[in-house]
């Protein structure tokens, strides 16, 4: 066996889906049908015959059913992020194992592969028993298939303010958010609980290499680094990686690396992020939205790294020139000297009551950041509630451009409402003037003007 949770997640599959077809097979709402197959006899004017149920069809007829049980998107998740699913399918020998059967996707192929294991199992069973040799067997070959040529390498990381209620949430592609009480495969050293006492969280991501790929240690730096910034921005809490993470390939002993430079100080975690299970489908949707839509380059890119060096950062005052510089980038393209990010942020991020407040505030802290440039700026306790806000902010306006709510040109969108809003305030044109008739005078109006004192 070298991919443990591709193992781990067919079996689980293979496990219900046995009760779910045995229940369905004694129900007899849909019979599972037999042919009658000729095996040959002592003599050939007598020959013997046998039935062979068609598990295969019965299967397929129930390929809405099965996709409900609770192992099912595990398993073809496990499935999706293995590279050798085609070789597997033309060994099948099946005419679905062309592209046109399953849609050329890797979810067609994941569910197409999942098809065929699941009949391969049970063929010619006609009470849909799970035998762990003939599981065994099927999966042994399966995998010989699927890995050829190939290794499995797995890494784990902690996870500092982020709690789950589930014992795993399984992300997609080979990322699996689990509690340290439900790995009992990791090393020692990432099971150590908090000073809290609470199960750590770990990041499991594990995947398929093969010669010629990226460095295993490169791409496991570049995904938990995304799921870190899709994390931060799920939630205001000071989420953060440990220094240390953990490597190990085709099943061998754990590894350490460092995931944050030896002399980079260490990130203050402040609160918890807790996720209940109603919020998992949440959570999910979110961190593929961010793996999806992340750009390479551009603005709204610079905006985000400078985000991530300010959620890195153990100084307040240098997270708030990170954070300005993020603003800076998408609110205000003219320069600094224009003055046109605290009203653009404050018409982006405020309600119309208190628009001139964040505005004055936003003012505030670009003036702080100069006298800190000086060294005379406040302290960091009275700043940070201040730069947390601040952070807020970025946060908000970066969520809603990653999720659609707003487009990248954010300066843009910001002046149009400005303007708008500025059209709505103008008094009414006043009616033109008339000449009086001798018929018609106006009352002669006193001004308000108060009166001198005598």
Same mark, same amino acid.
């Given at each position: ?8 997640? =067919?079996?689980?599959?293979? /496990? ?18 037999? /042919? ?15 039935? @062979? ?64 294991? =699941?009949?391969?199992?049970?063929? &010619? ?32 990381? !902690? ?83 440990? @220094? ?15 995931? !944050? ?37 551009? /603005? ?18 240098? !997270? ?11 609110? /205000? ?75 990248? &040109? ?26 009086? !008739? ?17």
């Amino acid at each position: 066996m070298r991919n443990r949770l591709l193992h781990t997640a =067919l079996s689980a599959f293979c /496990e219900e889906a046995a009760w779910q077809l045995a229940s369905d097979a004694a129900g007899g709402e849909d019979e599972l049908e037999f /042919e009658i197959d000729e095996i040959g006899g002592a003599r050939k004017s007598s020959p013997l015959y046998c039935y @062979r149920p068609l598990t295969g069809d019965f299967i397929d007829r129930r390929q809405g059913i099965l996709s409900m049980l609770p192992s099912f998107l595990p398993a073809i998740h496990a499935l999706q992020s293995c590279g050798g699913l085609d070789g597997y399918l033309l060994a099948r020998g099946e005419n679905r194992s062309s592209k046109a059967a399953y849609g050329g996707t890797p979810r067609g192929r994941a569910e197409e592969a999942l098809r065929c294991l =699941l009949s391969e199992i049970f063929e &010619d069973s006609s009470d849909f028993v799970l035998h762990k040799a003939r599981f065994e067997s099927v999966y042994d070959e399966f995998e010989t298939l699927v890995m050829d040529g190939r290794a499995q390498t797995e890494v784990i990381a !902690t996870i500092h303010g982020l709690a789950i209620a589930s014992q795993r949430v399984d992300l997609g592609e080979g990322l699996v958010l689990v509690r340290a009480n439900a790995a009992p495969d990791a090393p020692a050293e990432a099971l150590h609980a908090h000073d809290d006492e609470r199960p750590p969280v770990l990041a499991e991501l594990s995947w398929e290499s093969a010669p010629g790929d990226e460095a295993p240690l490169r791409h496991a730096h570049v995904r938990l680094r995304r799921l870190l910034l899709a994390l931060r921005l799920y939630d205001a809490t000071h989420i953060a990686l440990g @220094r240390t993470g953990w490597q190990r390939t085709g099943g061998g002993s754990w590894v350490p690396f460092a995931l !944050t430079p030896s002399h980079s100080a260490p990130v203050p975690v402040r609160g918890v992020c807790a996720v209940p299970p109603q919020q998992e489908d949440e959570l999910r949707a979110f961190i593929s939205l961010v793996f999806r839509r992340t750009p390479k380059n551009g /603005e709204l890119a610079w905006a985000m790294r400078r985000f991530e060096l300010a959620c890195d950062r153990p100084s307040v005052t240098e !997270t708030l020139t990170d954070v300005l510089l993020a603003l800076r980038a998408l609110l /205000e393209p003219e320069g600094a000297h224009s003055g046109h990010l605290p009203d653009r942020l404050a018409v982006l991020c405020a309600i119309p009551e208190q628009r001139a407040i964040v505005a004055e505030r936003v003012s505030h802290l670009a003036s702080i950041e100069r006298s800190i440039v000086a060294g005379v700026g406040p302290s960091e306790e009275v700043l940070a509630p201040l730069v947390d806000e601040l952070t807020d902010w970025l946060r908000a306006l970066l969520r809603d451009v990653i999720c659609g709510h707003l487009g990248q &040109d954010l300066y843009n969108v910001a002046d149009e409402m400005i303007a708008g809003e500025t059209q709505s305030a103008e008094p009414e044109p006043a009616a033109p003037s008339v000449e009086p !008739t001798p018929e018609f005078r106006p009352a002669e109006r006193t001004p308000h003007v108060a009166p001198w004192p005598l």
